[in-house]
C-alpha cells in the first residue's frame, strides 16, 4: 500500500509554489483610511466652504452686504457672551421640540389608525391629500387669530408642517411591510398597538425615521420663517426675530451670526441625533450597509 503523497500546487506559467505568490489584496494607506471617513470629508467640505466666503467677503468689502466669516464669528461670539444669542436659541427650541413631538404624536395616532381601520385609511389618504401640499406658514394668520401673538400660534404652524409628512412616510413604511412578516405577527396573536409595535415598527423603520428628518426639516424652516415676522412670544422672541431685528438695525454681522446658528443646530440634528439613532437602528439592524 502507497503512501499519499501531498502535492503542492503550483503557478503553470513560473511552475513556483502559490504560497510564494503575494496577496492581491493591499492595505489602504493612512492616508486613504483617513479619507474613508464620512465625518472627514464633511469637515474638509465645510472648511472649503468657509475659506470661499471670506475670501468673497474680503474681495467685496462692503460689511452692509456681505461680512466676512472673522466677522461673523466675532459677533456672534459676543452675543453669546452677552447672552442675548442663547436666550433666543432657547425660546426657539421650545416652541420647536413642543410642536414636533405633538405633531409625532398625531401622527402615529393617525398611521396606527389608518393601519388597523379601513376608514383610518381613508380618512389619512383624504387629510394628506388636502394638507400635505399646504405651506404651513400659509396658517400662520388664521393660527394669530385663534390663538393669538404667541407660542401657541407657532405650535400650531408647527404641527402642521410635521404631521403630514411624518404621518405619509410611515404609513407607506407600514405599507410596504412584506407579507411573512405580517404573518409571524398574526401567528404570534399579535393585535392592535402590540402588532404595530413589534411587527411593523421595527420593519418600517427605515421609512419613519424619513419622515421624521423630512419632518424636523420642514419644522425648523417653518418656524424660523414664522419667526422673522411674529416671532414675538412673552416679550421674547427666537432666532428668526434675532436676525429680523438685525436687519432692521443693518447690523449685517449679526444677521449673518444668525443665519450661521441656523446652520449650525442643522447640522448638529442631522449628524448627531438622526445618524445616531440610524447608526443604532437601522445599520445595527442589517437594513443599510
Known amino acids: 500500500m502507497t503512501t499519499p503523497q501531498i502535492i503542492m500546487a503550483a503557478d503553470v506559467t513560473t511552475n513556483q509554489p502559490l504560497s510564494n505568490i503575494s496577496a492581491v489584496e493591499q492595505k489602504l494607506s493612512p492616508l486613504e483610511l ?19 466666503w471670506q475670501v468673497y467677503a474680503s474681495y467685496l468689502d462692503n460689511p452692509l452686504l456681505f461680512p466676512t466669516l472673522s466677522d461673523t464669528l466675532i459677533t456672534g461670539y459676543d452675543r453669546f457672551a ?17 410642536g414636533y413631538v405633538a405633531g409625532t404624536l398625531l401622527a402615529a395616532i393617525l398611521t396606527i389608525l389608518a393601519i388597523n381601520t379601513q376608514i383610518g385609511t381613508d380618512f389619512l389618504e383624504t387629510m394628506t391629500a388636502m394638507f400635505n401640499p399646504l405651506p404651513a406658514i400659509s396658517l400662520l394668520p388664521l393660527a394669530l387669530i385663534w390663538f393669538g401673538l404667541g407660542a401657541s ?20 413604511g407600514f405599507l410596504g411591510v412584506s407579507r411573512t412578516l405580517r404573518m409571524v405577527g398574526a401567528n404570534y396573536g399579535l393585535t392592535g398597538f402590540s402588532y404595530v409595535l413589534r411587527i411593523l415598527v421595527p420593519a418600517a ?30 416679550g ?25 446658528t441656523v446652520i449650525i443646530i442643522g447640522l448638529i440634528v442631522e449628524n448627531l441625533v ?11 439592524w442589517g437594513m443599510k450597509e
Request: no cysteine; proline share 2%; hydrophobic share 60%.
Open 153 to 172: 400660534s407657532l405650535v400650531f404652524v408647527l404641527v402642521h408642517s410635521v404631521l403630514w409628512a411624518v404621518a405619509l412616510n410611515t404609513h407607506a
Open 34 to 52: 483617513v479619507w474613508g471617513i464620512g465625518a472627514v470629508r464633511k469637515t474638509l467640505l465645510i472648511i472649503v466652504l468657509a475659506i470661499i
Open 82 to 98: 452677552d447672552g442675548v444669542l442663547p436666550a433666543r436659541i432657547w425660546t426657539t427650541l421650545k416652541v420647536l421640540i413642543t
Open 274 to 284: 438622526f445618524q445616531t439613532i440610524e447608526r443604532h437602528t437601522i445599520q445595527k
Open 236 to 260: 421674547q422672541g427666537g432666532l428668526g426675530w434675532f436676525i429680523f431685528e438685525n436687519r432692521n438695525l443693518l447690523d449685517i454681522p449679526a444677521v449673518f451670526a444668525g443665519l450661521l
Open 205 to 234: 423603520f427605515p421609512s419613519i425615521l424619513t419622515g421624521l428628518k423630512i419632518g424636523w426639516a420642514f419644522a425648523w424652516r417653518t418656524l424660523i420663517a414664522a419667526e422673522l415676522v411674529f416671532g414675538v412670544s412673552s
